[in-house]
């Protein structure tokens, strides 16, 4: 019995040494008093969420408003935020149902309900708000029609009846309904900005002209505005009624418009996120803008698309951003810029190749007797528009000798940009930021025939009916070939030569982890707002 017993003992102590041991849970490295200091360009004119159109206005408002859906860091596909999933769209394209998360509030402790988000896209229609991004509720029924209304003209029931007819509607507490005047996959980037936020009516009636101070600038997302010493600083709190309450305590934006300055103030240990030029050390992501050379499709030589690809073929992008662009950048030969849905790093139509360039001048209708050529642009105090304008024409002489005049204007005489085709200069800077990041922003909207922002006179029936067919199609992956099919069209017609896209570049302290940075950040990682956190000491 005894050896019976050794022996039982014996096997408990090996199945005991066999046995995986439970998990050690690893220790949490955010500090759940974290706290940051950034720095913030200098005093908003506005963090009114359906007035602002700037990226240093809009920072802030998405600090403490959280919209129906929001971009995903990675991808920036959107995916679901306020809203419990991606809407249900009908068959025909026209109704789009979101429904909400349960449980939702705002920072003072009261519900969010559906009501709450239709007074804040109503009040983005509404003309006596004046918003500057109106436009992109137009594809709602009736948005439009009201915004375009005078309010001083119009009676007050006219203007109660256009205010009604607006296509949204909520059915209940927790749903948001959208009539769209025809199918637009597109809005749901729309959905994701900032112009939708659920303002609640109350608030900006108890404020009045300044209900966005803290008192009544009660918000939905992850922070709430604390603190606002005009000119110097907002101060910024975690909200702890949020549905996914922030790592980061205290974030205080610290006004510096001065880039030097805060690098400086960064280097003193005195900021944990600074905007950065070319140091070394500094973590880059791409921007959300792309800029490139306009050509006059209409005006001899760039009536000829052999000459406007020779043009854009003759131009070395990296040196141009290596040696000329006066901030970071990136070589761009298409216009959409890298990490945007329907960026396309292989299209290389453009790309610098100055013997194919001179080969297709050869073959021009003006290979025989080139007209002149003038480059027209701002003449500004600096001389950094001048460097760039003095690069591309040197570079047509070196690769295609081609001789291109300077022709700088008064800064302030824009007249020759916006007038008929025919009076538009034949060469000109020109560039593009976008609301959203879909291709829709930028295809359709620069470049359609219907555009009123190119100026270059472009008109492709198969460029136009590629856009037309992306801008309806409810199919994601399929939306996405369209667009870069009509892309291709474009970087092959070559109404511009793309130079550059933009790089948002920042010096960040290594305490501060957690946060992603993508091509339309508003602020830094603002779509990894609530994750991002500040490590304990030790990790």
Not at 35 to 52: F, M, R
Request: aromatic share 10%; proline share 9%.
């Amino acid at each position: 019995m005894r050896g019976a017993v050794l022996l039982l003992v014996a096997c408990l102590l090996a199945s005991a040494c066999l046995e995986t041991p439970p998990p050690v849970p690893s220790p949490d490295p955010a500090d759940p008093n974290g706290e940051i200091t950034t720095v913030a360009a200098g005093e908003p004119d506005t963090i009114d969420p359906q007035k602002e159109s700037f990226p240093s206005e809009i920072a802030h408002t998405m600090m403490v408003f959280e919209p129906l859906l929001t971009f995903d860091p990675k991808t920036l596909q959107p995916i679901p935020a306020a809203a419990r999933a991606l809407p249900v769209v009908s068959d025909d394209g026209l109704t789009v149902t979101f429904t909400l998360r349960d449980g939702l509030l705002y920072s003072d402790g009261a519900p969010v309900t559906g009501a709450d988000f239709v007074d804040g896209w109503k009040r983005l229609c509404d003309p006596n708000v004046s918003g500057d991004y109106a436009f992109v509720g137009y594809v709602i029924t009736g948005c439009g029609e009201w915004n375009q209304m005078d309010p001083k003209r119009a009676t007050l029931e006219a203007l109660t009846a256009a205010r009604r007819a607006v296509g949204v509607a909520a059915p209940d507490q927790m749903h948001v309904l959208f009539t769209l005047t025809r199918p637009a996959p597109y809005f749901l980037a729309i959905a994701a900005l900032w112009v939708g936020v659920p303002v609640r009516s109350f608030d900006v009636a108890t404020g009045g002209a300044t209900w966005t101070e803290p008192a009544t600038f009660i918000g939905n997302g992850p922070f709430k505005l604390t603190q606002w010493k005009h000119n110097e600083r907002l101060v910024f709190e975690r909200n702890e009624r949020y549905r996914a309450p922030a790592k980061i305590k205290r974030w205080t934006k610290m006004l510096v418009p001065d880039q030097a300055v805060a690098a400086a103030a960064f280097r003193n240990g005195e900021l944990d996120v600074a905007p950065a030029g070319r140091e070394a050390d500094a973590i880059a992501a791409p921007g959300p803008c792309t800029f490139y050379v306009g050509f006059n499709t209409q005006r001899a030589p760039f009536d000829d698309i052999a000459v406007r690809t020779a043009f854009a073929r003759s131009l070395d992008r990296n040196a141009f951003v290596r040696d000329v662009l006066d901030l970071p950048g990136i070589p761009a030969m298409s216009l959409l810029p890298p990490g945007v849905p329907g960026s396309d790093p292989a299209d290389r139509t453009q790309s610098f190749d100055p013997v194919a360039a001179r080969a297709l001048l050869a073959v021009s209708r003006y290979a025989r007797e080139m007209p002149a050529v003038r480059f027209t642009y701002a003449a500004r105090t600096s001389n950094q528009q001048a460097a760039r304008v003095r690069w591309a024409i040197s570079q047509w002489k070196d690769n295609l000798s081609v001789v291109v005049t300077e022709d700088p204007i008064s800064p302030g005489f824009s007249g020759p940009l916006v007038r008929t085709p025919q009076q538009v200069p034949q060469l000109f800077l020109l560039g593009w930021c976008s609301d959203y990041p879909d291709p829709q922003d930028w295809l359709s909207t620069i470049f359609h025939r219907g555009s009123t922002v190119t100026h270059v006179g472009y008109a492709s029936v198969e460029f136009d009916s590629l856009t037309e067919r992306a801008d309806v199609e409810p199919d994601p992956a399929k939306r996405i070939d369209l667009y870069k099919e009509a892309q291709r069209v474009l970087t092959r017609d070559a109404p511009v030569a793309f130079l550059y896209s933009s790089e948002v570049r920042y010096l960040v302290s290594p305490r501060l982890r957690g946060y992603a940075l993508t091509a339309s950040d508003w602020e830094f990682g603002q779509f990894t707002l609530a994750a991002m956190y500040v490590a304990k000491p030790g990790f």
